[in-house]
C-alpha cells in the first residue's frame, strides 16, 4: 500500500508511520487533479539531478503554486493529488524522512486541501498501474462509474513519451505518466502544456496496446465477414 504523506500523521502502523486518509465524502460530481509531485512541480535548488535534503527544492516554474491555487479556487469542489514514485526511500531512512520533510514543507506553502501518494515499491501502486488511483477513490469514498467527472479531471506528469528537440528539449526518460493517465482513463497533460500552456509535442509509447486491440477487432471481423459468406447446407 501506498504511505500518505502530509503535514499530520497519524500513529504508526506495524514499522511505517502514515498520514489520515482524507474524511470521507461523496458529490454528485467531482473532478480531481493528479499531479507528478517529484522532477516537474519541484527541482533541487542546488541545481544538482537529485536534492541532497530535504531542504534543496525550489518550484519547476514560478506559475507552478499560483496555477495549482487558481485551480482549486475555480473547482473548489475537486481535489488536488499529488502522486510520486520515490523507490529508494524504501529501504533508506534519511531518503524517506528527506522526502516526507519535502513533501511537508511543500503542502504548508502551497496551504490548499492536497492528498500525497507515493509508491515505494515495484507493485501495483507504482504507474503506470493503477494502485495509487484506486486507494485515492477508496480515501475520498468516489465511485469511479457515479461521482467522478473524468472528463473534467486530468493528471500532469513529466513522463510521456517524448523525443528529444535538438537544442531545446531532452527526450523524456519513460512514458509512464502518459500510460497512467491513460489506464485510469483521464486526459494527459505535460507541465509545459499546463504550466506554460506550451504546444503539445510528438510522443512515442514504447508499447501501445490500442495496436493490439486494433488487430485483434479487425481480424475479429474478418473472420465474422467470411463466415457470413460461407453457403449454408441444405
Known amino acids: 500500500m501506498p504511505e500518505r504523506l502530509g503535514v499530520r500523521k497519524r ?8 498520514s489520515p486518509p482524507p474524511a470521507k465524502r461523496r458529490q454528485q460530481s467531482h ?42 479556487e475555480e473547482d473548489n469542489q475537486g481535489g488536488i493529488s499529488l502522486k510520486s514514485d520515490p523507490k529508494t526511500v524504501k529501504s533508506d531512512q534519511k ?28 507493485d501495483e501502486y507504482r504507474k503506470p498501474r493503477v494502485g495509487m488511483w484506486r486507494e485515492l477513490l477508496e480515501d475520498h ?25 535538438a537544442g531545446i528539449t531532452v527526450k523524456d526518460h519513460s512514458c509512464v505518466d502518459r500510460d497512467f493517465a491513460a489506464n485510469v482513463g483521464l486526459p494527459f497533460h505535460t507541465p509545459e502544456e499546463y504550466f506554460l500552456e506550451q504546444p503539445v509535442q510528438p510522443f512515442v509509447r514504447g508499447f501501445d496496446p490500442t495496436t493490439y486491440v486494433n488487430k485483434v477487432a479487425e481480424s475479429s471481423t474478418s473472420a465474422s465477414t467470411l463466415s457470413d459468406q460461407q453457403p449454408h447446407g441444405t
Open 31 to 72: 473532478t480531481t487533479s493528479a499531479q507528478q509531485l517529484t522532477r516537474r512541480l519541484l527541482t533541487p535548488a542546488s541545481g544538482k539531478k537529485f536534492g541532497r535534503d530535504a531542504s534543496d527544492w525550489k518550484w519547476w516554474h514560478s506559475s507552478v503554486p499560483g496555477k495549482l491555487k487558481q485551480l482549486y
Open 141 to 165: 469514498d468516489l465511485d469511479i462509474m457515479e461521482t467522478v467527472d473524468l472528463g473534467n479531471s486530468f493528471f500532469v506528469g513529466d513522463a510521456g513519451g517524448r523525443e528529444a528537440v
Open 95 to 122: 531518503r524517506l524522512a528527506d522526502f516526507k520533510g519535502k513533501v511537508s514543507t511543500v503542502v504548508s506553502q502551497l496551504d490548499l486541501p492536497v492528498t500525497v501518494y507515493a509508491a515505494t515499491g515495484r
Open 11 to 18: 500513529p504508526s502502523v506495524g514499522e511505517k508511520e502514515v
